[in-house]
Nanobody, 114 residues
């Protein structure tokens, strides 16, 4: 059974940084895995992912500010978020595509506000 558990969200001032973690169980590879976010009243959108081939993919709005990384030994994917802006405020979800199904974590709130 695939389980994704996020952590690391919180309240941060504009210009600050946060690191999100997604600990995965029940999977073999950390490819086809990453982060989406959903702001109030908006659709869920891609933030950063590892493709099925292991390459990274970023939304234009976060390029140069966010970095996705992983620790295969810990089965964990990270999202380092720097230079945060109020428009980055959202619930961030960990995502994994595995054996034809999509899996989501419970979400972690990120609020960027002064």
């Amino acid at each position: 059974q695939v389980q994704l558990v996020e952590s690391g969200g919180g309240l941060v001032q504009p210009g600050g940084s946060l690191r999100l973690s997604c600990a995965a169980s029940g999977i073999i590879s950390l490819n086809a895995m990453g982060w989406f976010r959903q702001a109030p009243g908006k659709q869920r959108e891609l933030v950063a992912t590892f493709t099925s081939g292991g390459f990274t993919n970023y939304a234009d709005s976060v390029k140069g500010r966010f970095t996705i990384s992983r620790d295969n030994a810990k089965n964990t994917v990270y999202l380092q978020m720097n230079s945060l802006k109020p428009e980055d405020t959202a619930v961030y979800y960990c995502y994994k595509a595995y054996r034809g199904r999509d899996y989501w974590g419970q979400g972690t709130q990120v609020t960027v506000s002064s």
